[in-house]
């Protein structure tokens, strides 16, 4: 299933994407697309026997209709820094032993087309596409990566944008320069799993003002998405509805010569990952 949440942003509401294109509403079966619905088997359930029959849900005029983050209420954000092969060569970084883990804030999250802000005395805001894992059950201290796999409810195209100078000038962690406002345009589509037979295997791609940046697939990632679930989960606990930035292949701004083309106000980004749907953000100045 395809599903997502549309409207002013603070006030989405559930929708489903069927096989026909069609929008279609789901409030009148569920109250959102969030932790919640993904940890409730029989709400999912309802909602795939209506979309095996999608007339029985009502549709929606798309023109005009704002799309928003598809997953309401998000637990946390748990991000996975250099973890593309060809990422860590663009940067000159060793490949990691582990795991590179930092963290962005449910609030930096924004729908697929919404503005983008370049943070006051930014001088290098930098672009990343990733895919998104959503967490579908309760992970803790799971054996293998198989596991780690199943307990994955879906995936989303993520942009995680970076602010380089606060990341990695300023001293401490990397958070600085990830957690900026409108810092994670998140979806259209929460694809459900079932869909998404090998994440392993997505082509993603992202443009600045027409031109392609980065074209990658996640074949690339150093660490595989049912790895990931399975290490974090023995430092931390991960629920329904949290998410997971898992890397982003090469392309970014800061691998390439100078001068570095850091995203400005009037720049336009558009990313998509096959299967999940594609963004476009204006950037405009904070």
């Not at 930096?108 to 930098?126: A, H, I, M, N, Q």
Request: with cysteine.
């Amino acid at each position: 299933m395809k599903l997502l949440r549309v409207g002013p942003a603070g006030s989405e509401r559930p929708a489903l994407l069927d096989r026909n294109g069609t929008l279609r509403d789901l409030s009148g079966l569920v109250p959102d697309i969030d932790g919640e619905l993904l940890a409730d088997a029989s709400a999912l359930t309802r909602v795939r026997e209506a979309a095996q029959t999608p007339d029985v849900l009502p549709p929606l005029d798309a023109n005009g209709l704002r799309v928003g983050p598809p997953l309401g209420r998000i637990g946390k954000i748990v991000c996975i820094g250099l973890n593309y092969h060809d990422h860590a060569a663009e940067t000159g970084a060793a490949i990691p032993d582990e795991p590179i883990l930092f963290f962005k804030a449910p609030d930096t999250v924004v729908g697929p087309e919404d503005t983008v802000l370049v943070p006051r005395r930014s001088r290098k805001t930098d672009w990343e596409v990733e895919l998104a894992v959503v967490i579908g059950r309760t992970a803790r201290y799971l054996d293998t990566a198989e596991e780690g796999l199943a307990h994955v409810a879906g995936y989303a195209t993520s942009h995680d944008v970076s602010e380089r100078e606060f990341q990695i000038e300023r001293g401490g962690t990397w958070d600085k320069g990830k957690n900026c406002e409108t810092f994670n345009p998140l979806g259209p589509w929460l694809v459900t799993a079932d869909e998404v037979p090998d994440p392993q295997a997505l082509p993603m791609r992202l443009w600045v003002n027409g031109e392609l940046k980065q074209d990658g697939t996640t074949a690339q990632q150093i660490f595989p998405v049912g790895e990931v679930v399975r290490y974090l989960s023995h430092f931390m606990t991960l629920y329904p509805g949290d998410v997971i930035n898992t890397g982003t292949p090469a392309g970014v701004a800061m691998g390439r010569p100078e001068p570095k083309p850091y995203l400005r106000a009037g720049d336009v980004v558009e990313l998509e990952i096959e299967g999940l749907g594609r963004q476009r953000q204006e950037l405009e100045n904070a």
